[in-house]
């Protein structure tokens, strides 16, 4: 199943264009479904339909489905109070009824990750269309599965879950409480799923896309996301120009002649570094199927190409291993990097990422770093001690 994952900053229409594209593509005869996480329901306000908890069909190949932050958040609670019965009882707590709770905050995005992941696991549809929240809400989102699964392998080594037939002996020879067993278990559980999901965001077959009104605000916007989703080794095969004015009617002296001029300004910058398909200002908010088909947003990009990150190692002239990170639009005093153990903290700008080195690499030396092209190329020299000697 082709996923395609759709962002911008607020207020650009990408809620609009997440409904146009999967409309087009289900027009064509393409099984698809279309997600959001948004609270009001701007997707079927877009669709002429009322989403919510349960998928709604919009057409005989299009469904569109807002996850229930409210309900999955409630039946989390009741499962994590059902397994850690004995510690709470233990701490004297008071069970909190989950009619009683309202979800804390980001509830509504990890309702959409839970979504994401039951939809390519049913394979149902043979395009899904995700909503994301503004770009750097959505960056926050799409890295969460990797983070959350570092923190979790930090705080339980998959080491100690498998000696779980030793914890009773070993908490009575240490003389402290060992971890229950509901925590390994729970551990285990989260690890499978954020791994399902991570395996979505980092499939061949999933692409991101930006939405962004070609002006001096868009065209910052597009660049920070751009680093930030280089950060995270994804490259938007599109770039959607939403809201472009119509050049026949900016006349001298008319009103729309500075902003027609600003944003021509703007899209010829994009087109020489992005694949940019523009779409057409309706002079009003696009409702219903017939607007969402008369803006003519692609659902297929055939020209896009997959970028591998970090680029594979390459040998220098001088023995060196050469390290690339594509990072574009990087600048050099906004980049921070050291390494720790075995992984490599990257930061530029406002975004940070922590890198697993390859075992070739771990077996290394930093031997600096420059910035290029827009591209990191940081150098490791072999550490003699541990690499085997040649007779």
Request: charged residues 25%.
């Amino acid at each position: 199943m082709r996923t395609i994952l759709i962002t911008g900053p607020g207020g650009s229409g990408r809620t609009t264009v997440a409904a146009a594209t999967a409309l087009s593509a289900a027009t064509n005869g393409t099984r698809t479904l279309v997600l959001s996480a948004d609270r009001t329901d701007t997707l079927g306000a877009a669709l002429g339909v009322t989403t919510g908890a349960t998928p709604t069909q919009v057409t005989a190949t299009l469904t569109a489905w807002r996850p229930d932050a409210t309900r999955g958040f409630r039946e989390d609670l009741a499962g994590f109070q059902e397994r850690a019965t004995a510690a709470l009882d233990l701490l004297g707590a008071s069970r909190l009824d989950p009619e009683e709770v309202t979800p804390l905050p980001g509830a509504e995005e990890l309702a959409l990750l839970r979504a994401l992941r039951d939809a390519a696991l049913a394979e149902a549809h043979d395009l899904l269309v995700v909503d994301l929240p503004a770009t750097p809400h959505a960056l926050a989102l799409l890295s969460l599965p990797e983070e959350l699964r570092r923190y979790l392998r930090r705080l339980l080594p998959p080491e100690r879950q498998a000696a779980r037939a030793l914890r009773p002996v070993l908490g009575r020879l240490a003389g402290v409480p060992m971890p229950a067993e509901w925590l390994y278990e729970t551990a285990a559980r989260w690890d499978v799923e954020l791994a399902a999901v991570e395996a979505v965001v980092a499939d061949r077959d999933t692409v991101v896309r930006l939405v962004a009104e070609p002006g001096p605000g868009g065209a910052d916007a597009v660049r920070s996301a751009t680093l930030a989703l280089a950060l995270r080794g994804l490259r938007p095969d599109l770039l959607i120009a939403n809201r472009v004015l119509p050049e026949a009617e900016a006349t001298a002296g008319s009103w729309l002649a500075g902003p027609v001029a600003q944003q021509r300004k703007v899209l010829e910058e994009w087109g020489d570094e992005y694949d940019i398909r523009r779409v057409a200002h309706l002079g009003r908010d696009p409702r219903g199927v017939e607007d969402l088909a008369a803006l003519a947003v692609p659902a297929v990009n055939d020209t896009s190409s997959t970028v591998e990150w970090p680029v594979t190692d390459r040998l220098a002239d001088d023995g060196v291993l050469v390290w690339h990170l594509p990072l574009p639009g990087a600048a050099r005093d906004e980049l921070d990097l050291f390494r720790r153990g075995d992984e490599l903290v990257v930061t530029a700008g406002q975004f940070r990422r922590i890198v697993p080195l390859p075992s070739a690499l771990r077996r290394c030396a930093v031997d600096g770093a420059a910035l290029r092209d827009g591209e990191l190329r940081i150098r490791f020299a072999p550490d003699p001690a541990l690499w085997p000697r040649t007779p």
